[in-house]
Structures are given as structure tokens and as C-alpha cells.
């Protein structure tokens, strides 16, 4: 299973750093993403990085403000995210894909998901 920590409320402008650790034997091997739930809302890509790091997508509203990266003799994502707007407030998923394609948007390719972690962002 995957397991995301590292949300809760900050305030507009403010930063977190997201974390999915996982007990997967796959984890290294596999491509992580992490995509996010507003209310309302249909889920949507915010990151994914390779299995090796090398290759990484962003959606355009996470340009510049927000780091995919990954340790894998730990098991664990990271997504380090800065400047964080009220607009950013939503449920943070991690999961895992056995391929990479490089779109954000195939999250069907992802067959294994952690429970989510909230993420509030206060104006």
C-alpha cells in the first residue's frame, strides 16, 4: 500500500512538503505520480516522475512551484510544494504505474493508490 502524509492548512503563500512511502516490492521500478482532488471536482495530474528520475511532467499550474522527487531505497515521493494558493486546496493522492508514458492525464495507467492526504490552503 501507499501511504501519503505531510498536508494540513497553511496560508496562501505558504509551503509543504508531501510525502508517499510505500511497501511496494514494485516502488523503484515504477513510475509515481501524484494527482489532486478539489471538491467538486474531478481528480487531476499534478506530477509524475520515471522510475530512474530522470524523466518528470508537470501540470502548468504546478510550473515553478512544485518538486516531484523520490528516494527509492526509502521507498518514498516527495512533493515539495511552494507559494501554494487557496486554488491548491484539495485531496493529494500518490500512486503508482508500472509504465511511463509522460501525460498526466491517463490515470488509469495508476494501479496502485494511496487514501489521500487534505491539503488546505487558507486566503
Known amino acids: 500500500p501507499l501511504l501519503e502524509s505531510g498536508g494540513g492548512l497553511v496560508q496562501s503563500g505558504g509551503s509543504l512538503r508531501l510525502s508517499c512511502t510505500s511497501s511496494?516490492?514494485?516502488?523503484?521500478?515504477?513510475?509515481v505520480g501524484w494527482f489532486r482532488q478539489a471538491p467538486g471536482k474531478e481528480r487531476e495530474g499534478v506530477a509524475i516522475?520515471?522510475?530512474?528520475?530522470?524523466?518528470?511532467s508537470y501540470a502548468p499550474f504546478a510550473w515553478d512551484r512544485f518538486a516531484i522527487f523520490r528516494d527509492n531505497a526509502k521507498k518514498t515521493a516527495y512533493l515539495q510544494m511552494d507559494s501554494l494558493t487557496p486554488e491548491d486546496t484539495g485531496v493529494y493522492y500518490c500512486?503508482?504505474?508500472?509504465?511511463?508514458?509522460?501525460?498526466?492525464?491517463?490515470?488509469?495507467?495508476?494501479?496502485?493508490w494511496g487514501q489521500g492526504t487534505q491539503v488546505t490552503v487558507s486566503s
Open positions: 500512486a503508482l504505474s508500472p509504465i511511463w508514458t509522460g501525460s498526466l492525464q491517463h490515470l488509469s495507467e495508476y494501479d496502485k
Open positions: 511496494e516490492i514494485s516502488f523503484a521500478s515504477s513510475t
Open positions: 516522475l520515471s522510475s530512474s528520475g530522470v524523466g518528470r
